[in-house]
Nanobody, 115 residues
Framework: QVQLVESGGGLVQPGGSLRLSCAAT????????MGWYRQAPGKQRELVAT???????NYAASVKGRFTISREYAKNSVYLQMNSLKPEDQAVYYC?????????WGQGTQVTVSS
């Protein structure tokens, strides 16, 4: 059974940085894509960034230039380096992995951006 476990969320001041990590366990295959979504209170879940098996990346316009997604294939892990954080980045961040015809989700990690 595939499980995604996120870590790295927390409280940060505007302009600060955080690094989110997501490790997949129970997988016997390489995911076609891994990524991060976020959901703020009262809003729909939205894509933040995706990295594909060929290492191509895709970012939401609102985070481009500030966030960097990376992947460690040997550890079946994905990371999100978030710099220059803004109050509007505050949300629950979810790890996502796609493979073998399934969509997998982590439990979410809270990112709070506040002074």
């Amino acid at each position: 059974q595939v499980q995604l476990v996120e870590s790295g969320g927390g409280l940060v001041q505007p302009g600060g940085s955080l690094r989110l990590s997501c490790a997949a366990t129970g997988s016997t295959f390489t995911f076609n894509a891994m990524g991060w979504y976020r959901q703020a209170p009262g809003k729909q879940r939205e894509l933040v960034a995706t990295i594909y098996i060929n290492s191509l990346t895709n970012y939401a316009a609102s985070v481009k230039g500030r966030f960097t997604i990376s992947r460690e294939y040997a550890k079946n892990s994905v990371y999100l380096q978030m710099n220059s954080l803004k109050p509007e980045d505050q949300a629950v961040y979810y790890c996502n992995a796609q493979g073998a015809g399934y969509d997998y989700w982590g439990q979410g990690t809270q990112v709070t951006v506040s002074s």
